[in-house]
């Protein structure tokens, strides 16, 4: 009974771990001006590549330390050893920028939740001189670093609670979201493109003309550059989290704990689906040219201000 509860907790552990990049992706990584920028089908094409790449990889090397015959070191160290340094290069340097690609754009989205909700921090604003900007960016920069460290200092602690717990509100969470979207009457919601030019964003019935709108890209001269690089920038990082369990799992001189691949494939095939869910609601419910235009288009249209923060 105790070693199923232990490999449950682990299960759930990792699985949380993913859902909090889930969040990250669905609300501050631009998934819905992604959407709007390189189409669904590429999207959901670019998901599934890096769903399968993560999966393999994780499959892999839980096979390879559950032989037991290297010993730990961690994820990087056994591919590297079984499958030649060059891979394993490649293998951590594509998690590296994904990590800090995950890191920028979660920046690059606090900051714009900030200008969304809270007027004074518009550049644009005529109250505003260049040195206020920067002072109100530091102040940003500050409170990212202070969440940093408590993040940091509490991480481990939180092992203590019950992981399936702060799971299952997780997911009651995006659950609860993903419901309100669907269920929510035809309306007109204030947006702000990049520019922080203000227009009307219409959510609509579910319509497949507006889904018909969002299959291709919104505009093929950006679709190499800014679209395709933007689907990756917020996908590997979400399927790269995983990898944060395996060095704890390779590095048991009994072989591989089998809750981590289990736990891994679990995280990663329900974020998968949540992720797409998300990106199909978009499509069927807000025009493409919406899409395009407002990154925070989910935090307008799914609920309120004060939770969507929270969140």
């Excluded at 293998?91 to 606090?110: D, E, K, P, R």
């Excluded at 889904?211 to 679709?223: D, E, M, R, V």
């Excluded at 995983?242 to 704890?248: D, H, M, T, W």
Aim: charge should be positive; charged fraction near 10%; include cysteine.
């Amino acid at each position: 009974m105790i070693a199923q509860h232990s490999m449950f907790e682990d299960i759930g552990w990792i699985s949380l771990t993913v859902k909090s990049s889930l969040i990250n992706v669905m609300f501050f990584e631009r998934l819905s001006i992604t959407v709007g920028h390189i189409g669904i089908v590429i999207y959901i094409l670019i998901v599934l590549s890096c769903f399968l790449a993560s999966g393999l990889s994780v499959l892999s090397v839980s096979q390879i330390a559950g032989t037991g015959e290297l010993q730990g070191r961690g994820a990087y160290y056994l591919i590297s050893r079984t499958l030649g340094l060059q891979i394993g290069c490649a293998f951590g340097f594509t998690l590296f920028f994904s990590l800090i690609s995950s890191c920028a754009m979660n920046l690059i989205g606090v900051t714009e939740l900030l200008k969304a909700f809270i007027k004074a921090f518009r550049a644009d604003s005529e109250q505003m001189t260049e040195a206020d900007v920067n002072i109100a960016l530091f102040i940003i920069h500050g409170v990212l670093l202070g969440i940093i460290a408590i993040g940091v200092a509490c991480r481990f602690r939180l092992h203590k609670f019950p992981a399936q717990l702060l799971f299952g509100v997780l997911v009651t969470i995006i659950v609860v979201i993903f419901v309100v979207f669907s269920v929510q009457k035809v309306r007109c919601v204030d947006g702000l493109d990049e520019r922080n030019n203000q227009f009307q964003i219409s959510v609509t019935k579910f319509s497949i003309d507006t889904f018909g709108s969002n299959i291709g890209p919104f505009n093929t001269h950006q679709l190499n550059s800014r679209g395709i690089q933007s689907a990756f920038s917020n996908t590997m990082p979400l399927f790269a989290s995983v990898f944060a369990g395996l060095p704890a799992a390779t590095s048991s001189r009994r072989g591989a704990n089998p809750a981590y691949p289990q736990g891994t494939l679990a995280a990663l095939i329900s974020s998968a689906s949540l992720c797409l869910i998300q990106s199909i609601l978009l499509a069927f419910r807000i025009p493409q040219r919406s899409l395009a235009a407002d990154p925070m288009i989910s935090m307008r249209t799914t609920w309120t201000e004060a939770v969507s923060i929270t969140v």
